[in-house]
């Protein structure tokens, strides 16, 4: 199959985007590159270095699916130019739609988040509830979650909700919120936790990636939402269960500026006969094993917000 993938140099795609060529697909990756690329060469791989803003160029030729997860893709990098977010969020998200359409793509998966949830009392967040973002972030993903939405009449949408997602990939993120505290434990010996009774969601990389080739095998599956998040926990309890694998000091500050507190509740997923295998233990052994082996990277643009603005991304 002839897939294209926008964001696939990114944490999550440069994983997707190698389970596909796994599974002997043709793969087209657009991406800025703006941390960096670590696919490997492969005949099956064409690795293109576009901005999606520049949709005209995005070539769909024969492509019979698009994995969108090209997106500014944390609150406080949104945060740095919300412009620049909702351009390419939002208006670059419309553009490439539309040509999907023109040029008779039969599937669209888009990475939205959990996060368009923000404030949720209820114990079962499921996909019918009404979405409450708080950041510019989330809000984006709402937008652009509708936008597309308003064409499911002429293709299938997809849009995938991920919890907040944990375990290895070569281009790291350590600002993610398992990934961050375990490397906390690793090299500080000490765990920081702002509040930590917010309840977040979490999913394991490897998990999500089957999440995303479950919808590629099941193209039928009903346009619309879909949750993937399965371990919700709150930042002490997350702090405790990485104390348990890493020996280390938890230190609680008062003062949380990140108010989202949410459970996800994936049963719709799971309805479709998708099976969870992975754990957020397992992302955070993983990440302790690589790191005394010596085969974690800790680089500069593992810390997404930080690294954006050195780069002065625009
Ligand atoms: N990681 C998470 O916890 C999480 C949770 C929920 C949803 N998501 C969503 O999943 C998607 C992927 O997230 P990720 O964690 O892999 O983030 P990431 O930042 O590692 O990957 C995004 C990739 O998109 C590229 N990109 C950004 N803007 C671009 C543009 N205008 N044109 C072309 N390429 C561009 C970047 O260079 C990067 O390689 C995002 O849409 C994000 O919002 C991530």
Redesign the pocket.
């Known amino acids: 199959m002839n897939i294209l993938v926008?964001?696939?140099?990114?944490?999550?795609?440069s994983i997707l985007v190698n389970a596909l060529l796994e599974d002997n697909h043709k793969v087209t990756v657009?991406?800025?590159?703006?941390?960096g690329n670590y696919l490997k060469k492969n005949k099956k791989l064409k690795i293109i270095k576009?901005?999606?803003?520049d949709y005209e160029k995005i070539p769909l030729k024969n492509v019979s699916t698009v994995f969108?997860?090209?997106?500014?893709?944390?609150d406080p990098s949104v945060e740095l130019n919300p412009t620049l977010s909702w351009e390419?969020?939002v208006l670059?998200t419309q553009k490439l739609i539309e040509k999907c359409i023109d040029f008779n793509v039969k599937q669209f998966i888009y990475?939205?988040?959990?996060?368009v949830y923000g404030f949720k009392k209820e114990k079962k967040v499921t996909e019918n509830l009404s979405l409450l973002p708080i950041s510019v972030?989330n809000k984006t993903?709402m937008i652009a979650e509708r936008v597309l939405m308003s064409y499911a009449n002429k293709i299938k949408i997809h849009l995938i909700?991920?919890?907040?997602?944990c375990g290895y990939s070569p281009?790291m993120?350590f600002d993610?919120s398992v990934n961050m505290l375990t490397l906390q434990a690793l090299t500080k010996k000490k765990i920081t936790v702002f509040g930590g009774s917010q309840i977040r969601p979490n999913i394991n990389i490897l998990d999500l990636i089957n999440v995303y080739k479950h919808f590629l095998k099941n193209k039928k599956l009903k346009s619309g939402a879909y949750n993937a998040g399965f371990e919700n926990l709150s930042i002490i309890n997350l702090a405790k269960k990485i104390q348990k694998i890493i020996p280390c000091k938890i230190i609680i500050k008062k003062n949380n500026n990140d108010k989202r507190s949410y459970r996800q509740n994936s049963d719709k997923l799971l309805s479709t006969s998708f099976k969870k295998h992975f754990s957020v233990e397992d992302a955070i052994i993983d990440i302790k094993d690589r790191y005394y082996n010596k085969n974690l990277q800790i680089l500069p643009s593992a810390f997404?917000v930080s690294w954006m603005k050195k780069q002065k991304i625009k």
């Open positions: 926008t964001g696939g140099c990114g944490y999550t795609g657009i991406d800025t590159m703006w941390f576009l901005d999606i803003r969108h997860l090209a997106n500014i893709a944390n390419v969020n670059a990475a939205s988040s959990g996060s972030y993903k909700r991920p919890a907040t997602v281009r993120r993610v997404t």
